[in-house]
T-cell receptor, first 111, second 112 residues
Framework: GEDVEQSLFLSVREGDSSVINCTYT??????LYWYKQEPGAGLQLLTY?????DMKQDQRLTVLLNKKDKHLSLRIADTQTGDSAIYFC???????????FGTGTQLKVEL | DAGVIQSPRHEVTEMGQEVTLRCKPI?????LFWYRQTMMRGLELLIY????????DSGMPEDRFSAKMPNASFSTLKIQPSEPRDSAVYFC??????????FGSGTQLSVL
């Protein structure tokens, strides 16, 4: 089955850029998503990218997709303490809208 | 729209008891998903429905787990009998045909 991998932790200083990486195995993925989970809350859709795109920018967020290497990244510019959360990448596989989620990356923003 | 609504928010029960988790999806969404989140296994898809019909229940751990969607605005996930290893946060999510999932706030289940 599909496998989506992420590093578990990332620590950055406030104001720096954060880059969260994700790798996936299914080459037929059509959409790839980034979700954010704050403590005690559900997952919130941050942004997404179609598989025929290389990059998507949305305010402080930049998503990069390398289909050849099956690598997805999320860059957060000017990281703030409010960005501290767990970030999940996910892709749609097998048709329909079934998502496979990565393990999640805990982002900690230090002052 | 109020978003995906789950109840209860927290559930504490004793081993062997029946547990029923409830979900109201966003109106107009045609797909509904039940996920379980634990520290050890992360986010696992248990089952999902399309137009109220179960499509993939391969993630349901065992026969103690069952899910129903009697209509487009309501779904339940039932565990009978419950066991301590079922302790987790259970999320319901719904999506329109576009595939973007919207999650509820989750039910924190503790089985003692």
């Amino acid at each position: 089955g599909e496998d989506v991998e992420q590093s578990l932790f990332l620590s950055v200083r406030e104001g720096d850029s954060s880059v969260i990486n994700c790798t996936y195995t299914d080459s037929s993925s059509t959409y790839l998503y980034w979700y954010k989970q704050e403590p005690g809350a559900g997952l919130q859709l941050l942004t997404y990218i179609f598989s025929n795109m290389d990059m998507k920018q949305d305010q402080r967020l930049t998503v990069l997709l390398n289909k050849k290497d099956k690598h997805l990244s999320l860059r957060i510019a000017d990281t703030q303490t409010g960005d501290s959360a767990i970030y999940f990448c996910a892709d749609v596989t097998g048709g329909g809208n079934k998502l496979t989620f990565g393990t999640g990356t805990q982002l900690k923003v230090e002052l | 729209d109020a978003g995906v609504i789950q109840s209860p928010r927290h559930e504490v029960t004793e081993m062997g008891q029946e547990v029923t988790l409830r979900c109201k999806p966003i109106s107009g969404h045609n797909s509904l998903f039940w996920y379980r989140q634990t520290m050890m296994r992360g986010l696992e898809l248990l089952i999902y429905f399309n137009n109220n019909v179960p499509i993939d229940d391969s993630g349901m751990p065992e026969d103690r787990f069952s899910a129903k969607m009697p209509n487009a605005s309501f779904s339940t996930l039932k565990i009978q009998p419950s066991e301590p290893r079922d302790s987790a946060v259970y999320f319901c999510a719904s999506s329109p045909p576009s595939g973007k999932l919207f999650f509820g706030s989750g039910t924190q289940l503790s089985v003692l």
